[in-house]
């Protein structure tokens, strides 16, 4: 990837500077030749792809469109990704409904070769909604070479407003879906301070302490109210702020007061940035 996004500060300090700049970052981002030649070769081909199996077949295409759902680690399990997408989400037993990962779900219904007889490749709009997907993701994953944190802060702020915005799931099932996405869980267990560890009780006991902690941490446990902007910057700030505390935690108590005051002298710089 020949851009490289520019993130001169860590923690809260870097979101801040990144948010300022995303218009700009993320136009030459796009504009990279990478970029470029895979949004054209995706537009060249994608209408001529009716069945699943042509999908997988063409690895360049393949690439893309999982790239677009986050599942580019599944490049080489052609078999899989096609059973994925051949069976569809109409039907309550498909493979892609009973994954823990619903951005397999996202995917199939997406392409829609399973359920229907025409599959979305053949609308006219398909392409444009993919490629930008892709553009997003890949942004986030240039990002997350330099911070994790704000690799994870990004897909926070794409993905949960989405599901917040959901009127036909209840609260908990919203609760669920958080808890089985890794980067989204990832986020919530760290501003709310809960350990990893947590993962291996009941999924009850888990869904009632992560709304117990949001509640009393965040003032709200209802997924819907993460669609206020105010709520959601609320959240990135905590999981960042808690984030860099653990770093300089891990770090020693000698060199932990170094890098505060360095982090407190790049914050002040921050401002003017």
Do not use: C, H
């Not at 504009?31 to 060249?44: G, H, I, L, M, Q």
């Not at 052609?78 to 409904?97: R, Y």
């Not at 006219?124 to 330099?146: C, H, L, N, P």
């Not at 959240?235 to 000698?254: D, H, M, P």
Request: no cysteine; charged share 25%; proline share 3%.
């Amino acid at each position: 990837m020949s851009y490289i996004p520019a993130i001169p500060l860590n923690g809260y300090a870097g979101w801040a500077y990144l948010k300022r700049t995303m218009a700009a970052q993320t136009k030459a981002f796009n504009n990279a030749p990478e970029v470029k030649s895979d949004e054209t070769y995706f537009r060249d081909k994608i209408g001529k792809i009716t069945t699943a199996a042509q999908l997988v077949a063409d690895r360049r295409l393949l690439k893309l469109a999982l790239a677009a759902f986050g599942l580019e680690k599944d490049l080489d399990n052609k078999f899989f990704i096609q059973k994925v997408l051949q069976d569809g989400t109409l039907k309550t037993g498909t493979l892609a409904n009973k994954l823990a990962d619903k951005q397999y779900q996202k995917l199939s219904k997406a392409f829609g070769f399973g359920d229907y007889a025409v599959p979305s490749t053949q609308i006219s709009t398909f392409a444009d909604e993919i490629i930008s997907a892709y553009k997003a993701r890949r942004f986030e994953t240039a990002v997350g070479d330099q911070s994790e944190d704000l690799r994870l802060a990004l897909n926070l702020q794409r993905e949960l407003p989405l599901l917040a915005a959901k009127t036909s799931s209840s609260d908990n099932t919203k609760w669920f879906t958080i808890l089985g996405n890794t980067p989204l869980r990832t986020v919530f267990e760290k501003a709310l301070g809960l350990p990893s560890s947590i993962g291996v009780l009941d999924l009850d006991q888990q869904l009632g302490a992560f709304k117990a902690k949001a509640k009393a941490q965040l003032g709200t446990d209802a997924v819907a109210d993460f669609a206020d902007p105010t709520k959601l910057e609320g959240l990135v700030r905590r999981f960042l702020v808690r984030s860099e505390a653990q770093t300089y935690a891990k770090s020693g108590s000698g060199n932990a007061a170094l890098l505060l005051m360095s982090q407190i002298s790049s914050n002040a710089r921050a401002r003017y940035i």
